[in-house]
């Protein structure tokens, strides 16, 4: 009788084990947050802590990205000092905290220098943290002279002093506005 009540305990272990198993959905939704400031902490840059202000958020647990959108006083900070802002209507983060937009402005505040990034032909503007670097297809880089070059296709580091830029069918040029003596250039 117990070796008969024990062949019956088996087989219906096995039934239930060999009955599909239910998976409970993921509900579709993403978390909207409002009036909020982000901080960011990249894992492939530990010494940077980015801070956004933005009045929508939306993160979505099915991507694992989330949106800033009309970024207000965005910004990298090393040593808790200030590198660059960044201003977008639009910014990504993915979930490699990497940046992506389709125009984003950067001041490097060391250099003095502003940064119009834009995407093109499909591509968008990357702020890559492994690499410290924006990746831009169309750049228009602006000096505090008011001097201005834009590049294609450029690649810059975080800190400004590497960049490359081109490849064949690229465009590269500079614009420089002199005033005469005495008079403020436009």
Same mark, same amino acid.
């Given at each position: 009788?117990?070796?008969?009540?024990? @062949?019956?305990?088996?087989?219906?272990?096995? @039934?239930?084990?060999?009955?599909?198993?239910?998976?409970?959905?993921?509900?579709?939704?993403?978390?909207?947050?409002?009036?909020?400031?982000?901080?960011?902490?990249?894992?492939?840059?530990?010494?940077?802590?980015?801070? /956004?202000?933005?009045?929508? @958020?939306?993160?979505?647990?099915?991507?694992?990205?989330?949106?800033?959108?009309?970024?207000?006083?965005?910004?990298?900070?090393?040593?808790?000092? *200030?590198?660059?802002?960044?201003?977008?209507?639009?910014? @990504?983060?993915?979930?490699?905290?990497?940046?992506?937009?389709?125009?984003?402005?950067?001041?490097?505040?060391?250099?003095?220098?502003?940064?119009?990034?834009?995407?093109?032909?499909?591509?968008?503007?990357?702020?890559?943290?492994?690499?410290?670097? /924006?990746?831009?297809?169309?750049?228009?880089?602006?000096?505090?002279?008011?001097? *201005?070059?834009?590049?294609?296709?450029?690649?810059?580091? /975080?800190? /400004? *002093?590497?960049?490359?830029?081109?490849?064949?069918?690229?465009?590269?040029?500079?614009?420089?506005?002199?005033?005469?003596?005495?008079?403020?250039?436009?």
């Amino acid at each position: 009788m117990a070796l008969l009540a024990l @062949v019956a305990v088996i087989a219906t272990l096995v @039934v239930v084990a060999l009955l599909p198993q239910r998976q409970r959905p993921v509900p579709d939704a993403s978390i909207d947050l409002h009036d909020v400031t982000v901080a960011l902490y990249p894992q492939a840059d530990p010494t940077a802590v980015w801070s /956004f202000r933005s009045p929508d @958020v939306v993160y979505d647990p099915n991507k694992q990205d989330t949106t800033l959108r009309n970024i207000q006083d965005g910004r990298r900070m090393v040593g808790g000092k *200030t590198d660059f802002t960044l201003a977008s209507d639009r910014i @990504v983060i993915d979930s490699n905290d990497n940046l992506h937009g389709e125009h984003i402005q950067a001041h490097l505040v060391s250099e003095d220098v502003n940064l119009d990034m834009v995407g093109a032909k499909g591509r968008q503007v990357l702020i890559n943290q492994r690499a410290g670097t /924006f990746e831009v297809p169309r750049v228009t880089v602006t000096d505090p002279d008011k001097n *201005t070059i834009v590049f294609e296709d450029m690649r810059i580091g /975080f800190d /400004f *002093t590497t960049f490359q830029a081109g490849g064949p069918g690229t465009v590269g040029y500079g614009e420089f506005v002199v005033s005469s003596p005495g008079k403020e250039s436009p």
